[in-house]
């Protein structure tokens, strides 16, 4: 990300870049940042844009071959091409002779580090991946843009305000967008705010539903089931995220057993690290063997369901009694 903002700063630009990778909003910024440094904003002459799998290489092409009319550079965006999964032999030939002022911006979600068009862009230009940022960082940019609205608040309070968000940042910007404005005029955001304001990820209602069979709280479990149901979740997703909380444990336990301590924990799990501090107690609840039980069981309750032994919304529910069940 650095390498691209040293280009825009020295007007310096590659002939290709490629930004890739989970975080869609940080693409999202630095695809603008490129397309703004590159042409001025009413400059559609000179701009071009293609999406999805459907692109044909050869318009691409030809589009490049285009001189830029009373202008340095023709600029041509390409989003979710699939070019870096899948072959695109023509274009990865052309991509070593391109003009000198064409530059093309490629954004993909996945890419083969294999595929010729990978090589190729790195060879011409910059592959950049945007991945899902670390605790650290987040907590940085979010207490970055709550000083500039003069608001403070605990790390306790900012912990349960990512809890809540999940680590996509497009997501944490919206949600700190609805709490900077229902805390306009107060300098403090507390987690009452916070609670008042901002919309629980899926998969963190999730979490509260295992939070609650570990409890043995069998009722407010499938409450929470039942909200996730009324939320329109579709209960093989349920089905699916409950195995993988259940692997999670398992693994925090597992570690937990090998005497690795906290942070060590996160990097191994690729949890944030607060979110292991929630996970130590709820393994705690659970022999390894019970935990490995109830991963097979969903993989068993998930195969019923699909030989149509039994209903899906059945499937989660039997889950969710068995392992809430008081001993």
Same mark, same amino acid.
């Not at 692109?55 to 202008?71: H, N, Q, R, Y």
């Not at 995220?241 to 301590?261: G, I, S, T």
């Given at each position: ?49 293609? *999406?999805?799998? +459907?692109?044909?290489?050869? %318009?691409?092409?030809? /589009? =490049?071959?285009? !001189?830029?009319?009373?202008? #340095? ?5 390409? *989003?979710?091409? +699939?070019?870096?999964?899948? %072959?695109?032999?023509? /274009? =990865?030939?052309? !991509?070593?002779?391109?003009? #000198? ?18 090589? =190729? ?207």
């Amino acid at each position: 990300m650095k390498s691209i903002l040293e280009d825009i700063k020295t007007q310096n630009f590659k002939k290709a870049y490629l930004l890739y990778g989970e975080e869609a909003y940080l693409k999202h910024q630095y695809k603008n940042k490129l397309k703004n440094a590159l042409l001025p904003e009413d400059d559609t002459m000179n701009f071009s844009r293609f *999406e999805g799998k +459907g692109t044909e290489i050869p %318009k691409v092409i030809d /589009l =490049a071959e285009t !001189m830029p009319f009373f202008a #340095d550079r023709r600029v041509i965006l390409l *989003e979710n091409t +699939g070019f870096f999964k899948n %072959k695109a032999d023509a /274009l =990865a030939d052309y !991509m070593g002779s391109l003009p #000198d002022y064409l530059v093309l911006i490629f954004v993909e979600e996945e890419v083969d580090k294999r595929n010729r068009m990978y090589k =190729a862009v790195q060879k011409q230009g910059r592959a950049v991946e945007f991945a899902r940022q670390d605790e650290k960082t987040l907590m940085t940019w979010v207490l970055g843009m709550m000083k500039k609205e003069g608001k403070k608040i605990t790390r306790q309070d900012m912990e349960d305000f990512l809890e809540k968000t999940g680590t996509d940042m497009g997501n944490i910007s919206q949600e700190l967008e609805k709490l900077l404005s229902y805390t306009m005029g107060r300098d403090v955001i507390t987690r009452a705010d916070i609670e008042a304001v901002c919309t629980t990820q899926i998969t963190n209602r999730i979490f509260e539903m295992i939070r609650a069979v570990t409890e043995k709280k069998q009722r407010k479990a499938l409450d929470l089931y039942q909200d996730l149901l009324a939320l329109k979740e579709p209960p093989m997703r349920i089905l699916f995220l409950l195995a993988r909380q259940f692997n999670l444990l398992l693994q925090v336990k597992e570690l937990l057993a090998e005497h690795c301590d906290q942070a060590t924990i996160a990097k191994r799990t690729g949890l944030q690290s607060f979110v292991v501090r929630n996970y130590i107690p709820m393994s705690r609840q659970y022999a390894a063997e019970e935990l490995k039980a109830a991963v097979n069981d969903c993989v068993q309750m998930e195969e019923d369901v699909k030989t149509g032994k039994i209903s899906d919304l059945l499937s989660v529910e039997l889950l969710i009694t068995k392992y809430s069940r008081a001993a």
